[in-house]
């Protein structure tokens, strides 16, 4: 039954993305609902076993593609605008989400933490498949979004290593501290024997694929030895392999047969989740209702962030309204975090969000005049408070000790996941508003002296 069961999970994985192509929907929603039907918790044609390895080199290679798109240059290029509005953006969302979880749902402090860091996540995915489906994918606003995105999986990298070392006797922070510089050495080695070696390589595409490889191979290999976790490894790998000139026109090769291995990571997760759940009126609402204001606070605080940023009123419309949808990371935060949510099946749960966001991601941007248009009004009404705003962000990124400070501030959910506490959110508000005092009192004297 093995070889038939591989066989019919690839058959029904590509059946998927060829029926998710016909009817313009994301492949991830259709994927989720057939591996659901056809897993354990479905009609059992499929086990675990008969997906379970090809998953694994999945999710590496998910990873390793979203390290590919981490080019040093990009990174210098976008700079703090990108880590500023990752930071901004995803804290205005998992508060709100965080709070509502804890008082709403009696939530533990760490699992609503949880919950909403996850969901404060966008899912770089289906923000490329729409941003493409509606033409604006080449926009200033799109591009510096990507950017942003960039971020925002480098923060879910961090999180699910913190999710994975949660629990343990020792202190999270320093499992995870230690790894790293444990790793650090290696990972320096390879990078400068390979820029090296890249170089000496005959100018052949079957060659650059295959050191392309050998690189993530190596990498991966030595994280299972210093005990790092094999998506932080592959991440890396794929971050080194951006950098090399002479691997840019193998980038499609590589897409494609990651894809192929991505498709089965997500087919086992949809497996592992239990959609026949949503039969059940209460989650249905409950899904509903946490997917409204999930909504609601990703459209409105990436309009605002884009509006602070001196973004035209149009283009925080179509920024706010294309990331609004939740994907792969908060997939894997939750099949990572299932042990922590005893007596709540939180995967089917993240399972459902994703299933419905994915699908409404590609009828927001249809609200698109409407809210462009209501976004006028605001902007034209507050342009006074729009312009003080501007003024204090620019002092902020001015003065980089407080811009630093802010941001690590700004990092509650991060923080207080590390801590295992929720720091109390009027404090949070007071040392941030201090912050920016300091920060305009300062920048008043640097003026005064320049005068």
Same mark, same amino acid.
């Given at each position: =039954?093995?070889?038939?069961?591989?066989?019919?999970?690839?058959?029904?994985?590509?059946?998927?993305?060829?029926?998710?192509?016909?009817?313009?929907?994301?492949?991830?929603?259709?994927?989720?609902?057939?591996?659901?039907? *056809?897993?354990?918790?479905?009609?059992?044609?499929?086990?675990?076993?008969?997906?379970?390895?090809? $998953?694994?080199?999945?999710?590496?290679?998910?990873?390793?593609?979203?390290?590919?798109?981490? @080019? +040093?240059?990009?990174?210098?290029?976008?700079?703090?605008?990108?880590?500023?509005?990752?930071?901004?953006?995803? +804290?205005?969302?998992? &508060?709100?989400?965080?709070?509502?979880?804890?008082?709403?749902?009696?939530?533990?402090?760490?699992?609503?933490?949880?919950?909403?860091?996850?969901?404060?996540?966008?899912?770089?995915?289906?923000?490329?498949?729409?941003?493409?489906?509606?033409?604006?994918?080449?926009?200033?606003?799109?591009?510096?979004?990507?950017?942003?995105?960039?971020?925002?999986?480098?923060?879910?990298?961090?999180?699910?290593?913190?999710? $994975?070392?949660?629990?343990?006797?020792?202190?999270?922070?320093?499992?995870?501290?230690?790894?790293?510089?444990?790793?650090?050495?290696?990972?320096?080695?390879?990078?400068?024997?390979?820029?090296?070696?890249?170089? @000496?390589?005959?100018?052949?595409?079957?060659?650059?694929?295959?050191?392309? =490889?050998?690189?993530?191979? *190596?990498?991966?290999? *030595?994280?299972?030895?210093?005990?790092?976790?094999?998506?932080?490894?592959?991440?890396?790998?794929?971050?080194?392999?951006?950098?090399?000139?002479?691997?840019?026109?193998?980038?499609?090769?590589?897409?494609?047969?990651?894809?192929?291995?991505? &498709?089965?990571?997500?087919? $086992?997760?949809?497996?592992?989740?239990?959609?026949?759940?949503?039969?059940?009126?209460?989650? &249905?609402?409950?899904?509903?209702?946490?997917?409204?204001?999930?909504?609601?606070?990703?459209?409105?605080?990436?309009?605002?962030?884009?509006?602070?940023?001196?973004?035209?009123?149009?283009?925080?419309?179509?920024?706010?309204?294309? =990331?609004?949808?939740?994907?792969?990371?908060?997939?894997?935060?939750?099949?990572?975090?299932?042990?922590?949510?005893?007596?709540?099946?939180?995967? $089917?749960?993240?399972?459902?969000? *994703?299933?419905?966001?994915?699908?409404?991601?590609?009828?927001?941007?249809?609200?698109?005049?409407?809210?462009?248009?209501?976004?006028?009004?605001?902007?034209?009404?507050?342009?006074?408070?729009?312009?003080?705003?501007?003024?204090?962000?620019?002092?902020?990124?001015?003065?980089?000790?407080?811009?630093?400070? &802010?941001?690590?501030?700004?990092?509650?959910?991060?923080?207080?996941?590390?801590?295992?506490?929720?720091?109390?959110?009027?404090?949070?508000?007071?040392?941030?508003?201090?912050?920016?005092?300091?920060?305009?009192?300062?920048?008043?004297?640097?003026?005064?002296?320049?005068?």
């Amino acid at each position: =039954m093995g070889v038939i069961g591989f066989l019919i999970a690839l058959s029904l994985a590509f059946l998927s993305y060829f029926i998710a192509k016909s009817i313009k929907l994301p492949e991830l929603a259709i994927l989720l609902i057939i591996a659901s039907l *056809v897993g354990p918790n479905g009609f059992e044609l499929v086990t675990m076993e008969e997906v379970e390895i090809f $998953s694994s080199i999945g999710v590496m290679f998910l990873l390793y593609m979203i390290g590919l798109e981490f @080019k +040093t240059e990009n990174l210098l290029f976008y700079g703090k605008r990108g880590l500023l509005f990752a930071v901004l953006k995803m +804290t205005l969302v998992a &508060i709100p989400i965080s709070i509502m979880a804890y008082f709403l749902f009696n939530f533990s402090v760490f699992q609503a933490l949880l919950l909403g860091a996850g969901l404060s996540i966008t899912s770089t995915a289906i923000f490329s498949q729409v941003a493409k489906s509606f033409g604006v994918h080449k926009r200033p606003e799109a591009k510096q979004l990507f950017a942003e995105l960039v971020w925002e999986d480098i923060f879910a990298i961090f999180l699910l290593l913190l999710v $994975s070392s949660y629990g343990k006797e020792s202190s999270i922070f320093v499992n995870i501290i230690v790894g790293l510089l444990y790793f650090a050495i290696p990972y320096f080695i390879v990078r400068e024997i390979s820029s090296v070696l890249v170089k @000496k390589l005959p100018n052949d595409e079957e060659v650059y694929f295959l050191f392309s =490889m050998a690189i993530a191979g *190596v990498l991966v290999l *030595v994280g299972e030895l210093l005990n790092v976790s094999e998506e932080l490894a592959a991440f890396l790998a794929g971050s080194i392999v951006a950098n090399f000139k002479e691997i840019e026109r193998i980038k499609q090769h590589l897409k494609i047969l990651s894809s192929t291995f991505i &498709i089965f990571f997500f087919f $086992s997760l949809g497996m592992q989740g239990n959609l026949l759940v949503l039969l059940n009126p209460l989650l &249905i609402g409950f899904i509903l209702f946490v997917l409204l204001v999930n909504a609601i606070f990703k459209t409105f605080s990436t309009s605002f962030i884009t509006l602070l940023f001196r973004g035209t009123p149009k283009q925080a419309a179509m920024s706010g309204l294309l =990331m609004m949808s939740i994907g792969e990371f908060s997939l894997l935060l939750a099949d990572k975090g299932r042990e922590f949510f005893e007596g709540f099946d939180v995967f $089917s749960f993240v399972s459902g969000l *994703v299933l419905v966001s994915s699908v409404l991601a590609w009828y927001f941007p249809k609200l698109y005049p409407a809210y462009a248009s209501y976004l006028i009004r605001v902007v034209n009404h507050s342009s006074s408070l729009f312009n003080v705003l501007r003024k204090k962000l620019v002092i902020l990124k001015e003065d980089k000790k407080i811009f630093y400070a &802010i941001l690590f501030i700004l990092a509650f959910p991060l923080s207080s996941l590390i801590l295992n506490s929720a720091l109390p959110l009027p404090l949070l508000l007071l040392a941030t508003i201090s912050l920016i005092f300091i920060a305009t009192l300062r920048g008043k004297k640097r003026k005064n002296k320049s005068n």
